[in-house]
């Protein structure tokens, strides 16, 4: 680069024609480089006659759009090249999943031009269709999963709409170039070979379930062995009524990256977008958490390609077992408190003294989940107010050994329930009882604050709304973890797999 400073300037732009310069250079220092929006571009040089100088020298070449997917519109009569990451100067990146969506004006077809095909066989794949993105069951598909390093059949191909998508996936193993392709305004150039959509198969939505979990441990897994199915959309509803917390973690997780999507969510609309707390996919095994939610969905969908093991995910569902104290249900949600070591066996020559705690202004559903204790000997009392001396409504009166209590769910007349536990000098291996307490639309005329805003029946000094159900904690204390809490069910739990994500310590709260 030598041109006379300011007098002399070489002028830049894109098309076949000069017109007004995109950009302009002058002087010794090498400029930036230039890339073109069209597959044309002009360059001028303009000097006058005063001095002479060495002038310019300038490498012209392909530069496609190389970026890791994106949007791409093409003006009427235009072209555009696309190609894999970092082409042509080196291998594209490892580990990729690559979307473009290319556009024209309407009433345009598009025509491809694979010109370089290569990429590790089997392992990175690419494929094309018409629409603005894949659809799940395929029917849009022009080329399906190409790969390898020949180039497509065929290679060239119009799709006969203006809009049109571009797909191309990696492992985390070998790279190689990648792929070139030319994409044409067809009125321009035609290919030989037109696309048009076909037919695909139906979406199975019959698959997933509503689950009331009473277990401490439940294991959901992707349904097919020893793979998933295809073309699935699959839900499942989950209640945890014996949780005031859940621990998850997953034991294995397989599946089409990008493409089979695994999502959780809090409540019980899968459609809710601002429910969503996971949604996932790849053979990455997501980290163990906690969720203080005790209503989730699940969905997993499948698309007509690539099938996997898929996943098996497990809920360890943690009642509060507290003896004793204030407990507080949510606004709109439900906990769950259970005898002291549940469900391990409770101690002996203990009097446990529980008050439940209803949303300012509500009143609460108490159902009883599970109940186990010794005959005659270990007790269960619950009545409606803050103490067995308000002498109000009892529902469960001093309820012992292996059956449900008759009522097995009750609503407090009013904004709060009490709860007495008693157990005798011997002790038991007995698991004892669980119970839930939900939040209801039913109000209740209770205490107000000056402002008369309604207040906790029995905890006047505690300020709704509180952060989580169950007891309220101090302020800077961290989410408690599963340790100490009693295992679940009859198993203890199997120590943490090397590389599944699980550091002791350092649980996520969803």
């Given amino acids: 680069m030598d041109v006379e400073e300011r007098m002399d300037r ?3 732009g894109s098309g076949a024609k000069p017109t007004l310069p995109e950009k302009v250079y002058t002087g010794r220092d090498l400029p930036d480089s230039f890339v073109s929006r069209t597959s044309e571009l002009w360059v ?13 020298e300038a490498i012209v070449r392909d530069q496609p759009y190389n970026d890791c997917g994106g949007n791409i519109e093409l003006p009427s009569g235009g072209s555009a090249s696309i190609a894999t990451p970092y082409y042509p100067d080196r291998s594209y990146t490892l580990d990729s999943f690559c979307l473009w969506q290319i556009s024209a004006p309407p009433g345009t077809e598009l025509s491809f031009f694979f010109r370089v095909f290569r990429t590790e066989y089997l392992f990175d794949s690419m494929s094309l269709g018409s629409g603005k993105e894949p659809a799940v069951n395929g029917e849009n598909y022009a080329i399906t999963l190409h790969t390898g390093r020949k180039l497509p059949n065929p290679a060239n191909i119009t799709i006969g709409e203006n809009n049109a998508w571009l797909v191309f996936s990696s492992d985390y193993s070998t790279a190689d170039k990648g792929f070139f392709v030319d994409v044409y305004d067809a009125s321009d150039k035609k290919a030989s070979t037109k696309f048009k959509p076909k037919e695909g198969p139906k979406l199975d939505t019959g698959c997933g379930d509503i689950v009331t979990v009473t277990d401490t441990l439940y294991e959901l897994k992707s349904p097919g062995s020893p793979a998933y199915n295809p073309m699935m959309e699959c839900t499942w509803l989950l209640s945890f009524p014996i949780a005031a917390e859940l621990y998850v973690r997953f034991m294995r997780f397989e599946t089409e990256l990008s493409n089979d999507l695994f999502e959780m969510g809090r409540g019980n609309d899968p459609d809710d977008t601002d429910s969503v707390i996971l949604s996932h996919s790849g053979s990455d095994r997501p ?17 007509f390609l690539v099938e996997m093991k898929g996943w098996i995910v497990e809920f360890d569902s943690f009642p509060d077992t507290t003896c004793g104290g204030q407990f507080y249900v949510p606004e709109g949600g439900r906990t769950a408190i259970a005898a002291p070591g549940y469900p391990l066996g409770y101690p002996p020559n203990t009097k446990c003294t529980y008050i439940i705690n209803a949303p300012p202004g509500k009143r609460i559903r108490a159902t009883v989940q599970t109940f186990q204790t010794e005959g005659a000997r270990d007790t269960l009392t619950v009545g409606d107010g803050c103490s067995k001396n308000d002498n109000k409504t009892i529902h469960i009166d001093g309820h012992f050994g292996f059956t449900l209590p008759d009522p ?3 609503l407090s007349n009013e904004g709060a329930l009490w709860m007495e536990f008693d157990t005798d000098v011997y002790g038991s291996d007995y698991q004892g009882f669980a119970i839930s307490f939900e939040d ?6 209770g205490p107000e604050d000056a402002g008369g805003n309604p207040i906790y029946q029995c905890d006047s000094d505690t300020k709704p709304p509180l952060s989580k159900p169950g007891k309220p904690k101090p302020e800077g204390n961290p989410e408690p973890g599963p340790e100490g809490k009693p295992e679940p069910g009859p198993k203890a739990n199997p120590e943490p797999e090397e590389g599944s994500g699980f550091v002791p310590g350092n649980r996520e709260m969803y």
């Fill in 10 to 12: 070489i002028e830049v």
């Fill in 44 to 56: 001028r040089l303009v000097t006058n006659g005063a001095l002479t100088r060495t002038g310019f």
């Fill in 287 to 303: 980290d163990d958490f906690l969720l203080n939610s005790t209503d989730l969905w699940v969905r997993f969908r499948s698309n």
């Fill in 408 to 410: 097995v769910s009750f």
């Fill in 440 to 445: 209801t639309d039913l109000t209740f005329n």
